[in-house]
């Protein structure tokens, strides 16, 4: 049916990648008339993860995923061929490692005398109940752009449960009510277990090696045409009977310019804006570069679409306030097993079982997470690797007299220590490589409905956005999901293909008395 057309698909992050297999699986598209181009090297995005033992593993995030929710990212995963269990999926081989590995946190919040914070109790008092209440009750109207302050008072950010839930999801107080209203509905069910995070799942590796790498093994066997360093500069497109259609793909591929004809019936996905935009790495010795989307050039293309056409959203709301949008992560590579054990010791938690140990009380709201070793295919049974992230990078350490975002990776080192109160010795063989996002909570900033695109604008005729920055309805950025969501919705719409995308969850519809009995009852 579609021998003919072509579909370019600009960005190569899980969103462009579950595009290209919607379009095959479910479009009967022939796989080689199908190209990603992306800018990186590497296809996946911000699902990066790479290193060695020699150079230190690095990867910008560490994935929390549910299966009560995700509901398009397993019927995806459900057809993908695991890499390291033959006959299964990378949905039967994730569940069941998932059942040998469960999450049940026993330290979830740590402070400043190093005690482990009891955290049964969610701290509200009374006002805080009905404040939650009511923001959870408010329409997205009437949200609107305000923010998670305007709703709730100031002690609320000194409960339990606000830091377990900003730091479980990354909210920081100026954020959108609205993304924090959706966040408290869609993710339900883990509101009353967010103290253990028992509702989280896990993939085996990494989420490059678990998620991106049978991906693109499996678009490859379909034929996939999958372009590395190929950036995207700028469409070409005109106006036919008041629908926007484009018409050609200029792109920088290995240093060589090259133009795409996008001829009638060809389709075009773009990933039109990206939380890890910008990003840097540091080392042991340097912090990483101070970069911004003029470096990157990133947004342009959204940029430019939008201009004029509201209907293409508004990128501003986004891309414009780094201070609001920022933070920074870290992956330390170990080869001596001591620090493992003392964590395990400390947390009652095996690596793999425990998900975020936050240190509340930290200056830079800093956590971190022992994943289930190893975390990366080609590690060595005696190398450990681990990741961390700070909220509050620009704010001057406990232990260190400089704002994170200064630091190399031998300061946050000291910076840990100094909170998990261990000799500097155990860390003395390691590798903290530091990451700074810039755009890394851009998605959460407030906003209004028309800010966000719709994955197929109504003024187009075969362009499609897949992001985290299209509008979704009741679904939640900052997930894999949100972008495999706006994938299968992009394609199912520009392809008129007939079959019913799995909906979201109505965890909130059917448990909202649950909820408000939920709130009553947390002291
Ligand atoms: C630190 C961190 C923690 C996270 N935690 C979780 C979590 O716990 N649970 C969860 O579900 N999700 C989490 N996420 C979110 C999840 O990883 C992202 O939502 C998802 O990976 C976004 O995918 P994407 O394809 O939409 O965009 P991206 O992965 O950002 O991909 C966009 C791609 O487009 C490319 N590109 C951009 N412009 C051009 C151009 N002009 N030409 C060519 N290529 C271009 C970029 O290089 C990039 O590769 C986390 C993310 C991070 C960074």
Redesign the pocket.
């Known amino acids: 049916m579609h021998t003919k057309s072509k579909a370019y698909l600009?960005?190569?992050?899980?969103?462009?990648?579950a595009a290209a297999a919607f379009i095959v699986r479910d479009g009967s598209f022939p796989g080689e008339n199908i190209s990603i181009?992306?800018?990186?090297s590497l296809?996946?995005?911000?699902?990066d993860g790479a290193g060695s033992p020699m150079l230190g593993y690095s990867m910008?995030?560490?994935?929390?995923?549910t299966t009560d929710n995700?509901e398009c990212t397993w019927d995806l995963y459900k057809s993908i061929p695991s890499l390291n269990n033959p006959g299964k999926s990378v949905f039967d081989e994730t569940v069941e490692f998932n059942e040998r590995h469960v999450s049940n946190s026993m330290a979830r919040l740590v402070d400043k005398r190093r005690a482990k914070v009891p955290v049964s109790s969610m701290g509200f008092s009374m006002e805080d109940r009905l404040e939650l209440l009511k923001l959870s009750q408010a329409d997205e109207n009437t949200l609107a752009a305000s923010c998670i302050t305007d709703w709730l008072s100031h002690a609320f950010f000194e409960t339990e449960f606000w830091y377990m839930w900003s730091t479980t999801?990354?909210f920081q107080p100026w954020h959108s009510a609205i993304e924090f209203k959706r966040y408290l509905l869609r993710f339900l069910l883990e509101f009353s277990r967010i103290e253990t995070l028992a509702g989280v799942k896990r993939t085996i590796y990494n989420?490059y090696d678990s998620l991106v790498l049978p991906l693109q093994t499996w678009l490859l066997a379909q034929g996939v045409v999958l372009v590395t360093d190929?950036?995207?500069?700028r469409l070409d497109h005109q106006s036919e009977d008041g629908k926007l259609v484009v018409t050609a793909i200029h792109?920088v591929r290995q240093g060589e310019s090259e133009l795409i004809a996008v001829n009638d019936g060809d389709l075009v996905f773009l990933?039109n804006?990206?939380?890890?935009?910008a990003s840097s790495l540091g080392s042991m010795t340097t912090a990483p570069e101070k970069r911004t989307k003029a470096d990157s050039?990133?947004w342009?293309?959204w940029e430019n679409l939008a201009e004029g056409r509201p209907e293409f959203g508004n990128p501003a709301a986004f891309n414009s306030c780094i201070a609001q949008s920022y933070w920074a992560?870290f992956t330390v590579t170990l080869k001596n097993p001591a620090f493992f054990e003392e964590m395990t010791r400390f947390s009652g938690n095996e690596p793999g079982t425990g998900g975020l140990v936050t240190f509340k009380d930290s200056n830079w709201l800093m956590s971190i997470v022992l994943a289930y070793q190893p975390h990366f295919q080609n590690q060595p049974a005696d190398v450990q690797v681990f990741w961390g992230?700070s909220l509050f990078p620009d704010r001057i350490g406990n232990f260190v007299p400089k704002p994170m975002s200064d630091c190399n990776g031998a300061e946050i080192l000291r910076e840990l220590c100094g909170h998990l109160r261990f000799d500097l010795e155990i860390v003395e063989s390691a590798n903290c490589i530091p990451c700074r996002?810039p755009y890394?909570t851009s998605m959460f900033m407030p906003r209004i409905l028309s800010d966000r695109p719709l994955p197929v604008p109504r003024n187009s005729k075969n362009l499609a956005f897949?992001?985290?920055f299209v509008e979704i309805a009741d679904d939640v950025?900052?997930?894999?999901?949100?972008?495999v969501r706006?994938a299968q919705m992009a394609v199912y719409e520009l392809l008129g293909i007939d079959r019913k995308i799995p909906p979201v969850t109505p965890h909130a519809k059917s448990l909202q008395v649950q909820f408000d009995a939920l709130i009553k009852a947390f002291k």
């Open positions: 600009i960005g190569g992050g899980i969103g462009s990648l181009l992306e800018s990186a296809l996946g995005g911000s699902l910008r995030g560490g994935r929390m995923l995700y999801f990354a989420q190929c950036m995207v500069t792109c990933q804006g990206s939380m890890t935009d050039g990133g342009t293309l992560s992230y996002m890394i897949v992001s985290q950025v900052f997930t894999v999901e949100y972008s706006a």
